[in-house]
C-alpha cells in the first residue's frame, strides 16, 4: 500500500464519503488512489469552489467538509476557504499536495510554502514527514476540526509520501486526550448565573452560530420555553430559535432589526450564547448594551472579554450548560415592552409601483419554499435581504459567509449543500456581483446535474457598495456600476440550465413557482432598482439604536 | 505595558512561527526573545518579553488554544520585578 492509498483508507474510515477537489501534479497519486477508492470525489472548477463546496457539505450536515487541491497555485486557491471556514467556525479538512521532500525548499514547480500559508488562515495545520506520520496525522486533524471551536485543517502532504510505501492500514488509533475528559461545570457558577437571570428585570439572550455547532439548539429552545426570556440572533444564528418564537426579534446589528437593537440597548441583562461580540453587531462597542451585565457562555475561552468584559463567563459545553441554568423569570413589563415593539417596528412589504421589491419577493419566496429547504446567501445586499425577510427553522438551513463575507460563496456553498442533502431543496440566492465570483462553479453543478434552484437579484451594481458610496461617499461610486453584466440567463443556458428572467412584481408568483418546482437546477434572474437600499443600517462607529431607515 | 510570557510546547517545525504570527496579529511587540529545543528537540521552551496597550490576557489566551502548546504564563512587568527580587 502507498502513502496515497492510505489516505483514502483513513478517511473511510473517518465515515468520508465524499470529498471535493481538483486534481493537478503534485496530488496526481492521491487522485490515482481516489480513481477506484470507493469515495465520492466532486471536481469543483477552482479550488476555491472545492474548498466552499466543503463548507457548504459541513455547515448542511454537522459533519466535517474534506476538500483536495495540488501544489502551489491549488493551493493558494483554497486559502480563502479556508479564511472563511476559520472566520465561521466549520470543521473542515484540506488535503494539499506538495512537491517531493528532496525539492521542498528550492522554488521548484508549483512549489509555495503551503504550510506557512495556512497560518493565519486555518485553525491548525500539519505537514506530512515521513509515511508513518499519516496516520497519526489524520487522527489528530479530524479531531482538531471537530473538538471545541471548530475550524479548518490543513494537511500538506509531499508527492514522495503520497507515493511511497505506507504501513499496511489497520485502523486509525483513537485519541486519548485530555478533552475526552469532561469535567463538571462548577456549580457556583451555575449557582450565580441563575440568580444574575432571576434577578434581572430585562433579560435579553444574544444567540449566535454556537449554538448549532454545539448541538445545542433543542437546549436553547428548552431555555427558552422554560424562561420565556426574548431573545435576539446573529447572522451564524439564524435558524437556532424558530422564527415565529414569541419573544424572538430576528437578528441584531448593523442591518438587524430595529426591536432587536433597541431591546439590546434596553436589557439589564445580556446572556450571549455562542456569540462572540463581532463589530457588526455590537456598532459602538463602548454604547452596546450599556446598561447590562454580561454572562457569556462560549465553549472558546479567548472570546471571554475579548471585546466585552463579561460579568460571568462559563466555557463548557452548551449542552450541558444551558439545561442548568433554567430559571423561572418574573418579567412580564420587559415581555410586553418586546411584544409592542415587535409589532411597531414589523418588516412592511407594501411597495409602490410595478418593480420588484426583493425583500417582499424573498418572504414570498420564504413562505413558498418546502419545509427542510437549505438556503445559501452570497455577499452583499441580497445576503442582508434574506437574513432580514427569509426565514428557517434549523441553523443548518442557512448557510451564509458571515465573517470573512466572502462574495462568490453562496453558489459552491449550494453545491456542497445539495451533495450532503439529495433530497431536500436547496436555493441559492446570490447577487449580480458574487454570482460571476465563482461563476465556474455552474460546471460544477452542471457534471452532477444538482437540482439546485439559483436566485440571482440583479441591480447591475455591486449593491452594498454603491450603498455606501451614496451614504458615505458623495455619491461617487467609483468602480460599482455593473451595467455591462453578461446575459445570466444565456450564460446559464450554456450549462443546460434553463432560466428566465423577470422584471415586474406580476411575473413573480408564476416564475417563483417554477423556481421550486424545476426538476433540475433552474436560474431565476430578478431585476430590481438599483436605487434600493438595506434597512435599517447602524452607520459605523454609532451605538446600534442610531440607526438611519432612509436615504434622509 | 510590557509582559512576560513563559511558554512550552511540544516542538514542530513550524510551532515558533506560529507563536510569533500569533503576538503579532494580536497587537503584541515582541522586544525579547529567548528559546531552545530540549528532550532532543522534542520540547519547545520560549520565553518572550512583549508589548502592548492591550491586556495580556488577550494574547495569552490565544496562544494557550494553540494545538501542541502545553503551557503558558504571563505576568505583568510588576510582577517580574517582584519575582526577581
Not at chain 1, 257 to 282: M, P, W, Y
Not at chain 1, 298 to 307: P, Q, V, Y
Not at chain 1, 463 to 475: C, I, N, T, Y
Not at chain 1, 517 to 540: K, T
Request: proline residues 5%.
Amino acid at each position: 500500500m502507498n502513502g496515497a492509498n492510505f489516505i483514502v483508507q483513513a478517511l473511510k474510515q473517518k465515515n468520508i464519503t465524499q470529498v471535493f477537489g481538483y486534481p493537478g501534479g503534485a496530488i496526481m497519486p492521491l487522485y490515482d488512489a481516489l480513481y477506484d477508492g470507493g469515495l465520492n470525489h466532486l471536481l469543483c472548477r477552482h479550488e476555491q469552489g472545492a474548498a466552499m463546496a466543503a463548507i457548504g457539505y459541513a455547515r448542511a450536515t454537522g459533519n466535517v467538509g474534506v476538500c483536495i487541491a495540488t501544489s502551489g497555485p491549488g493551493a493558494t486557491n483554497l486559502v480563502t476557504g479556508l479564511a472563511d471556514a476559520l472566520l465561521d467556525s466549520i470543521p473542515v479538512v484540506a488535503i494539499t499536495g506538495q512537491v517531493a521532500s528532496n525539492l521542498i525548499g528550492t522554488d521548484a514547480f508549483q512549489e509555495v510554502d503551503v504550510l506557512g500559508l495556512s497560518l493565519s488562515c486555518c485553525k491548525h495545520s500539519f505537514m506530512v514527514q515521513s509515511a508513518d506520520q499519516l496516520g497519526p496525522i489524520i487522527e489528530q486533524a479530524f479531531k482538531i476540526a471537530t473538538s471545541g471551536r471548530p475550524g479548518p485543517v490543513l494537511i500538506d502532504i509531499p508527492k514522495d509520501i503520497q507515493l511511497g510505501d505506507a504501513p499496511e492500514f489497520t485502523s486509525l488509533k483513537v485519541l486519548a486526550t485530555e478533552n475526552n475528559l469532561s469535567t463538571p461545570i462548577d456549580p457556583s457558577l451555575i449557582r450565580q448565573t441563575r440568580e444574575m437571570i432571576k434577578s434581572a428585570s430585562k433579560p435579553l439572550l444574544y444567540v449566535g452560530g454556537g449554538v448549532g455547532m454545539a448541538n445545542a439548539t433543542q437546549e436553547l429552545r428548552n431555555f427558552i420555553q422554560y424562561t420565556y426570556i426574548p431573545s435576539v440572533c446573529t447572522l451564524k444564528g439564524i435558524g437556532v430559535i424558530e422564527h415565529d418564537s414569541e419573544y424572538f426579534m430576528g437578528m441584531v446589528g448593523m442591518h438587524g432589526s430595529k426591536a432587536a437593537n433597541f431591546a439590546i440597548q434596553e436589557c439589564d441583562l445580556l446572556i450571549a450564547v455562542g456569540a462572540r461580540f463581532d463589530d457588526r453587531v455590537t456598532g459602538k462597542l463602548d454604547e452596546f448594551a450599556s446598561h447590562a451585565k454580561v454572562i457569556h457562555l462560549d465553549i472558546d475561552a479567548a472570546e471571554i472579554d475579548k471585546l466585552r468584559l463579561a460579568d460571568l463567563a462559563i466555557t463548557d459545553d452548551l449542552k450541558e450548560v444551558l439545561p442548568a441554568i433554567e430559571i423561572e423569570t418574573f418579567i412580564s413589563a420587559w415581555q410586553k415592552h418586546i411584544l409592542t415593539m415587535k409589532s411597531n417596528f414589523a418588516n412592511r412589504y407594501d411597495h409602490p409601483g410595478e418593480a420588484i421589491y426583493a425583500p417582499a419577493m424573498l418572504r414570498q419566496l420564504a413562505e413558498m419554499k418546502p419545509a427542510d429547504t437549505v438556503i445559501c446567501s452570497d455577499v452583499g445586499q441580497h445576503q442582508m435581504w434574506v437574513a432580514q425577510h427569509m426565514f428557517v427553522d434549523r441553523p443548518e438551513n442557512h448557510i451564509s459567509s458571515s465573517g470573512l463575507g466572502t462574495m462568490g460563496f453562496g453558489i459552491p456553498a449550494a453545491v456542497g449543500a445539495q451533495v450532503a442533502r439529495p433530497n431536500d431543496t436547496v436555493i441559492a440566492i446570490s447577487g449580480d456581483g458574487s454570482f460571476m465570483m465563482n461563476v465556474q462553479e455552474l460546471g460544477t453543478i452542471k457534471r452532477k446535474k444538482l437540482p439546485i434552484k439559483i436566485l440571482l437579484i440583479d441591480n447591475q451594481r455591486l449593491g452594498m457598495v454603491r450603498q455606501w458610496q451614496k451614504l458615505f461617499f458623495d455619491g461617487r461610486y467609483s468602480e460599482t456600476i455593473l451595467t455591462d453584466n453578461p446575459d445570466f440567463v444565456t450564460l446559464a443556458s450554456a450549462f443546460d440550465i434553463p432560466g428566465e428572467t423577470i422584471v415586474i412584481k406580476s411575473q413573480l408568483q408564476d416564475a417563483l413557482t417554477r423556481l421550486l418546482e424545476s426538476d433540475g437546477p433552474y436560474l431565476l434572474h430578478v431585476s430590481i432598482s438599483e436605487e434600493e437600499n438595506v434597512w435599517p443600517l447602524v452607520p459605523p462607529g454609532a451605538a446600534n439604536d442610531k440607526m438611519m431607515e432612509s436615504l434622509q | 505595558m510590557k509582559y512576560l510570557l513563559i511558554i512550552q510546547g511540544e516542538n514542530s517545525p513550524e510551532l515558533l512561527e506560529r507563536l510569533l504570527r500569533v503576538c503579532r496579529h494580536r497587537g503584541f511587540r515582541v522586544q525579547n526573545i529567548n528559546g531552545e529545543t530540549t528532550e532532543n528537540e522534542k520540547s519547545l521552551h520560549v520565553t518572550l518579553t512583549v508589548c502592548s496597550d492591550r491586556p495580556v490576557g488577550l494574547l495569552s489566551k490565544q496562544i494557550e488554544k494553540l494545538f501542541g502548546i502545553t503551557q503558558v504564563a504571563a505576568m505583568g512587568q510588576e510582577q517580574v520585578i517582584k519575582a526577581s527580587a
